[in-house]
């Protein structure tokens, strides 16, 4: 069982390490194949979002997640899990969801922590969340339970399955990809980039990391480390740069968490955009 060393930076109203998300600059760069743009396109037609909640469990943990799809279609729908910042599943993850539910996925939003629990502020997160940092295949396993609750959907093409996290989730499906999990891909927005060392005889998934170019939390000796763990085995990754972005900048929640736990993030909605415009074009590469 891997256990890791969180090695954030500190929050400045406390003691505590930041573990929510990291990232650091880097230039854009490409090692993605390159094939047809999305075929998913966005239905327009908000009214036909179904959500709901459902129960599920791992290893005698109940988790409380909400699987969203567009109830108005009705052909297969490659399954997209989003796995919540450090904060739990708040409101957020489950807006993502519905995005991508409009863009035609069966999209679940995912319960890491257990029981729907939620974190109100980052001494509650650091707690909640480290328990994944030292044990990655804990969330791995939490992740895999997801994905085996969205398949039970008659409406989830079961061959076609991506996840996707922001901060605290981007490192967890980033590491369950090195670890082996079965997705077509995974894609990190402001993600931690610290985690397992990649196998060539575990990873399956393609992937893409969306970062922040002014990020402060994630030195660039971790960027570059985490870049060549994925060149010495061949990996199949895009590493995407947004200049001036920081910390949590898809967010629009994140000016306010500043303000209110001096933390260094801020939302930037041209790096939201670019980010969410590149996830729409790797899952058109990832899926056919």
Known sequence: MEFLKPTFALLLTGSFALLSCNNEAGSNEQKSEEKKDSVISNT???????????TYSSNGTTLKGYV???????????IVLVVPEWWGLTEYPRMRAKQLAQLGYLAMAVD?????????????????AT????????????????LAKAK??????????????YCFGGSVVLNAAKLGSDFDGVVSFH???????????LLKAKILVCHGGTDS??????????????????????????????????????????????MP????PAADSASWNDMKTFFGQIFH
């Open 44 to 54: 327009g037609n908000p009214q036909a979002i179904r959500e709901e909640a459902v």
């Open 265 to 268: 993030i801020k939302y930037n």
């Open 68 to 78: 969203t799809f567009d109830s108005s279609g009705t052909g297969k729908r490659p």
């Open 152 to 165: 039970t959907y008659p409406q989830a093409d079961t061959s076609q399955t991506a996840a996707i996290g």
């Open 191 to 201: 993600g931690g980039l610290e985690g397992v060392q990649p196998n060539k005889n």
């Open 217 to 262: 939390f994630v030195p660039q000796p971790q960027v570059d480390a985490f870049r060549k763990g994925l060149d010495s085995i061949g990996a199949n990754y895009t590493f995407k740069t947004y200049p001036g972005a920081t910390h949590a900048f898809t967010n629009p929640d994140a000016d306010k968490k500043a303000a209110e736990f001096k």
């Open 131 to 146: 328990p994944f940092y030292q044990n990655v295949q804990l969330a791995k396993a939490r992740l895999e339970a997801a």
């Open 112 to 128: 890491i922590y257990g029981d729907g629990k939620t974190a109100g502020n980052p001494t509650d997160a650091q707690k909640a």
